[in-house]
Nanobody
């Protein structure tokens, strides 16, 4: 399977972006699909996750109320709608898949497949 994240770009603070994560080779069914981000010099940070079979979602406190995770089952695509962006949201955003227990979804080491990231830059 291959994952492809897209939708990043340069935006001013307060702006919005919509990221997409598409899978090829298999569907997301049976997997948890997560969004992480990594700022320069920092560790990969959990942003949000979606349990494809069942629809359970989780979002990090740092982006709660501003970011929304959603999916298109027919297109086998996961989205991350990012509103009210802040400079601290800058980083490379990655999507990944895992089959781990829900309680571990914020740990990037538990993900076995990652897509190429998409760069989000928020200017002040």
């Amino acid at each position: 399977v291959q994952l492809q994240a897209s939708g990043g770009g340069l935006v001013q603070a307060g702006g919005s972006l919509r990221l997409s994560c598409a899978a090829s080779g298999r569907t997301f069914s049976g997997y948890i699909v997560g969004w992480f981000r990594q700022a320069p010099g920092k560790e990969r940070e959990f942003v949000s996750a979606f349990r494809w079979s069942g629809g359970t979602t989780r979002i990090a406190d740092s982006v709660k109320g501003r970011f929304t995770i959603s999916r298109d089952i027919a297109k086998n695509t996961l989205f991350l709608q990012m509103n009210s962006l802040k400079p601290e949201d800058t980083g490379v955003y990655y999507c990944g898949t895992t089959r781990i227990v829900w309680s571990e979804i914020a740990n990037p080491e538990q993900y076995d497949v990652w897509g190429r990231g998409t760069l989000v830059t928020v200017s002040s």
